[in-house]
């Protein structure tokens, strides 16, 4: 039974599954937009969201802790620079998922994750 458990396997084992997060994160702080599916998509939302209310205060605790997971020096500066001040004051949903429809070999359901 999976009472309590939150989060979704994706197929994967721990380590590759941090992985898939993590270049899932970098990407889309870098590019602002990424297309992936679903799954993926709903899977790292929470984790984002919660790297950019980080970043919204800039200071050395969150600076830590953002470059402990993103481990990338450059997304960590622009995430306490240009991320976290642009949603200063929004309260929270900082990203947008957009369907774009089927994947043509495996039918899977693609979407655009994007800040807003």
């Known amino acids: 039974m999976r009472h309590k458990k939150k989060g979704k396997k994706l197929g994967r084992l721990i380590g590759p599954r941090k992985a898939l997060f993590r270049g899932l ?6 590019h602002e937009k990424i297309t992936t599916t679903e799954a993926k998509a709903k899977a790292v939302k929470p984790i984002i969201e919660r790297l950019i209310s980080r970043a919204r205060e800039n200071n050395l605790n969150n600076y830590r802790i953002i470059n ?15 991320i976290g001040p642009r949603y200063k004051e929004r309260p929270g949903g900082y990203l947008r998922i957009i369907k774009i429809g089927l994947r043509r070999g495996d039918a899977a359901k693609m979407v655009i994750l994007e800040l807003v």
């Open 25 to 30: 994160s970098l990407s889309l702080i870098l």
């Open 68 to 82: 402990a997971f993103l481990q990338n020096r450059e997304a960590t500066k622009k995430m306490l620079e240009e």
